[in-house]
């Protein structure tokens, strides 16, 4: 059981008592840098041919690591499907490139077609991801359409960019519901409630924190700038000025893995799937310092820590979050599990093909 989240009960806002299963990871980094150099040898002597078992043998680990009320997830996809989307996508980028070199407006026309298909793609790797995930031998889907998928990929963002990215926030919402209320688990929808006005908020509250780290960075070079100065050391005040841009780039780098933990909590405490409800106590500082002492033992393992970063960063992550059970978890798997054999009949055919976005 996770430290962060222990299994009891608590009350729901109206009241009611719910049983808190927190996730678990068991995963070590041990263990995975063996999966890791492993893949990593193999997927360079076959020119990355490899690469697609290699997912499935790194994607198998993750999930069958992954423990929720007892039990764990599997992972059911074939390293052929995969293949076969990366060659898809090698195709398309040998295509572009070749079409680069010639007028622009064929370059152009052909990037307007990469664009236009990217929807599609997305649409059916998010297929192919869930109905090869399963939980206690019954597995997800996803029953958003393509005409869905092109609305939330491909028409919101452009609605975006032509207002400046001002509605940014309101497309990333509308791309969140329709990735979260279009799956299921057997023949149970998830259900996302977030608004619009709390990915406004998410977005400010990021602004914000970012503002205020440059902030801090300026007065402090500033601070520097005139101490060196009024001792003659303008050679030292210029090193200065280098070491207070390295350090901005690393607050900007630092700034996507705060967001991504602050976007965690907003999505995942707006999920539901039938009675129970999802709930993630990311704390994006946490997030910041983790990410930032794996960089720096990255740097001094010449790249060796990266699979423990892995598994340190996502272990954190995993185990912040917890599934609020109302009434019993076992009734709804098993009501689950009876509805699922029709939902799932037949899509194994379609879903053959996995660019593994």
Same mark, same amino acid.
């Given at each position: ?153 491909? /028409? ?51 602004? /914000? ?145 996995? /660019?593994?976005?």
């Amino acid at each position: 059981m996770s430290a962060i989240l222990p299994a009891t009960d608590t009350p729901f806002p109206d009241g009611q008592l719910v049983m808190v299963e927190p996730v678990s990871f068991t995963g070590t980094g041990a263990e995975y840098f063996r999966i890791w150099i492993t893949n990593t040898f193999l997927s360079i002597i076959t020119l990355g041919i490899y690469s697609a078992w290699a997912k499935v043998r790194r994607t198998r680990y993750f999930y069958g690591n992954t423990r929720l009320a007892g039990a764990s997830f599997d992972y059911h996809g074939e390293p052929k499907a995969i293949l076969k989307g990366r060659a898809v996508a090698l195709l398309l980028l040998v295509a572009y490139q070749l079409f680069s070199e010639m007028p622009g407006l064929l370059a152009g026309a052909l990037a307007l077609l990469l664009i236009a298909a990217l929807p599609w793609l997305i649409w059916r790797s998010l297929q192919f991801k869930l109905y090869n995930t399963s939980y206690r031998s019954i597995r997800f889907g996803f029953g958003g359409s393509v005409s869905g998928a092109y609305v939330a990929y491909l /028409l919101w963002p452009a609605i975006a960019s032509l207002t400046a990215f001002l509605l940014a926030p309101m497309a990333h919402q509308r791309i969140k519901r329709f990735q979260h209320s279009e799956s299921r688990y057997g023949a149970s929808r998830f259900c996302f409630d977030a608004r619009v006005g709390r990915f406004y908020m998410l977005y400010l509250k990021a602004f /914000l924190v970012f503002m205020a780290g440059v902030i801090v960075l300026g007065l402090l070079l500033f601070g520097l700038q005139v101490a060196l100065g009024k001792r003659g050391m303008a050679l030292e005040a210029y090193g200065g000025t280098l070491v207070f841009m390295a350090v901005l780039y690393a607050w900007v780098m630092l700034m996507y893995p705060v967001f991504n933990a602050m976007l965690q909590n907003l999505v995942w405490n707006h999920t539901a799937i039938g009675p129970h409800r999802f709930e993630s106590r990311v704390a994006p500082g946490r997030v910041a310092f983790i990410t930032l002492t794996n960089l720096l033992a990255i740097v001094c393992t010449l790249g060796l820590y990266m699979p423990f970063a892995k598994m340190r960063l996502m272990k954190y992550q995993l185990e912040s979050v917890a599934l609020l059970v109302d009434g019993s978890l076992d009734d709804f798997v098993a009501d689950a599990q009876a509805r699922a054999g029709a939902t799932g009949e037949g899509v194994a055919d379609l879903l053959d093909f996995d /660019l593994s976005l």
